[in-house]
T-cell receptor
Framework: SAVISQKPSRDICQRGTSLTIQCQVD?????MFWYRQQPGQSLTLIAT?????????ESGFVIDKFPISRPNLTFSTLTVSNMSPEDSSIYLC???????????FGSGTRLTVV | ELKVEQNPLFLSMQEGKNYTIYCNYS?????LYWYRQDPGKSLESLFV?????AVKQEGRLMASLDTKARLSTLHITAAVHDLSATYFC???????????????FGKGTHLIIQP
């Protein structure tokens, strides 16, 4: 299955600032997915990043708040902009690994906004 | 809108006992996935269920899928403490053929297995 390197693993940020999270995959993939996991909650899909086109955002998530880049088939970034304490969550990237492995997830970025 | 419901959300059980976690989903879907998450960790893939009647087993865990009932189960046999974790089921939207779609997750089952 694909191996995903995600960084940073955690960060503490001041409100009003932005944080960019990076995910690097060890193989070329068409789509990369970004999720948010709020404290004690399940995962919610933020957006799907397809190389060469704009990301597709889920209801409740907007590009101005969560801009995504997908410059090539192995890399993507998610920026959390103008952060508030409500953005404190774990953010995870994921790729689809086929019918054997399913979806693989990065190790996650634990974000705390103070 | 695809909805995924898991129950129970919390489960405390003793070692050696059997139990089942249920996962219902609202619309036709190609694929169902089970994941395990330990505290402070990412998700570990347990099972990928692709078709009606699919059954997969790994150690003390067995997962099944009934697409007609839109129901998947994760059965735990003779539980051991090491299985304590949060278990999520997730469903992909209709596979478009052009690529993968993102997952919709259940709320998770927080499982505590006591010695």
């Amino acid at each position: 299955s694909a191996v995903i390197s995600q960084k940073p693993s955690r960060d503490i940020c001041q409100r009003g600032t932005s944080l960019t999270i990076q995910c690097q995959v060890d193989s070329q993939v068409t789509m990369m997915f970004w999720y948010r996991q709020q404290p004690g909650q399940s995962l919610t899909l933020i957006a799907t990043a397809n190389q060469g086109s704009e990301a597709t955002y889920e209801s409740g998530f907007v590009i101005d708040k969560f801009p995504i880049s997908r410059p090539n088939l192995t890399f993507s970034t998610l920026t959390v902009s103008n952060m508030s304490p409500e953005d404190s969550s774990i953010y995870l990237c994921s790729v689809e690994g086929g019918t054997v492995y399913g979806y693989t997830f990065g190790s996650g970025t634990r974000l705390t906004v103070v | 809108e695809l909805k995924v419901e898991q129950n129970p959300l919390f489960l405390s059980m003793q070692e050696g006992k059997n139990y089942t976690i249920y996962c219902n989903y609202s619309t036709t879907s190609d694929r169902l996935y089970w994941y395990r998450q330990d505290p402070g960790k990412s998700l570990e893939s347990l099972f990928v269920l692709l078709s009606n009647g699919a059954v997969k087993q790994e150690g003390r865990l067995m997962a099944s899928l009934d697409t007609k009932a839109r129901l998947s189960t994760l059965h735990i046999t003779a539980a051991v403490h090491d299985l304590s974790a949060t278990y999520f089921c997730a469903v992909s939207r209709m596979y478009s053929g052009g690529g993968a779609d993102g997952l919709t997750f259940g709320k998770g089952t927080h499982l505590i297995i006591q010695p």
